[in-house]
């Protein structure tokens, strides 16, 4: 399973105006991705406190945490509009992603 949702670089808050953390922690914290901030299916609030201001930490609480080992994946924000827009480049990545894939699944291989 990818963990691959680096806590400062990306963009997975939902609720935060530019979808990031606003605090970066200490500069000799070792936590860098978003999974090492989860212990047994829960966020590790004493860990997330101790490295972020009270607002980062109400916020990642507030994320539901999933019982299955699925991929981490990041939020789409919509756009000043109202709805969400995909630009051009993304749908040629799509469409490689889904030939990849069919191509996996008629040789037999992991999806």
Not at 6 to 29: A, F, L, Q, R, Y
Not at 82 to 107: F, M, V, W
Request: aromatic residues 8%; hydrophobic residues 25%.
């Amino acid at each position: 399973m990818e963990k691959s949702i680096k806590i400062c670089e990306d963009k997975w808050i939902s609720s935060s105006k530019n979808g990031k953390v606003k605090s970066t922690g200490p500069d000799n914290c070792s936590v860098s991705k978003v999974n090492e901030l989860i212990s047994n299916y829960r966020w590790n609030r004493i860990l997330i406190n101790k490295l972020y201001c009270k607002d980062d930490g109400d916020r990642i609480a507030a994320i539901p945490v999933s019982l299955s080992d699925r991929e981490d994946c990041a939020y789409w924000k919509f756009s000043s509009s109202g709805e969400y827009t995909i630009n051009p480049r993304c749908n040629l990545s799509i469409a490689d992603d889904k030939h990849q894939d069919q191509r996996r699944n008629q040789q037999g291989g992991p999806k």
